[in-house]
């Protein structure tokens, strides 16, 4: 059974940098795609960006393009969450997840992802 566990998270300055990283263990194949999602206080969870099994697809929202940069190292098994220019907006608890049915790379909905990390915080404050 798939188990996923997040760390990278941390405080920071305003337009400073965090990677985050999503390191995946219990799984057989590489048969899964990565979603990352963050969940402010008294917010609803949403989706930031994703990466599909193959890693030739990857997504943002509108609110991260340019700033942040996902990637995979399959052979780590390990997605990573590269986040510049950080905002005050993004403090957060950012959790990353994986669709291990399907592999496909969905922001819209988090139905799709059956397995989720337990998330790290991400403070951005001077």
């Known amino acids: 059974q798939l188990q996923l566990v997040e760390s990278g998270g941390g405080l920071v300055q305003p337009g400073g940098s965090l990677r985050l990283s999503c390191a995946a263990s219990g799984f057989t194949s590489d048969y899964y795609s990565i979603g990352w999602f963050r969940q402010a206080p008294g917010k609803e969870r949403e989706g930031v960006s994703c990466i599909s099994k193959g890693g030739d697809n990857t997504k943002y929202a509108d609110s991260v393009k340019g700033r942040f940069t996902i990637s995979r190292d399959n052979a780590k098994t390990t997605v990573y969450l590269q986040m510049n220019s950080l905002k005050p907006e993004y403090t957060a608890v950012y959790y990353c997840?994986?669709?291990?049915?399907?592999?496909?790379?969905?922001?819209?909905?988090?139905?799709?992802?059956?397995?989720w990390g337990q998330g790290t915080q991400v403070t951005v404050s001077s």
């Open positions: 997840a994986a669709d291990t049915v399907f592999g496909l790379c969905v922001l819209e909905s988090l139905k799709g992802y059956d397995r």
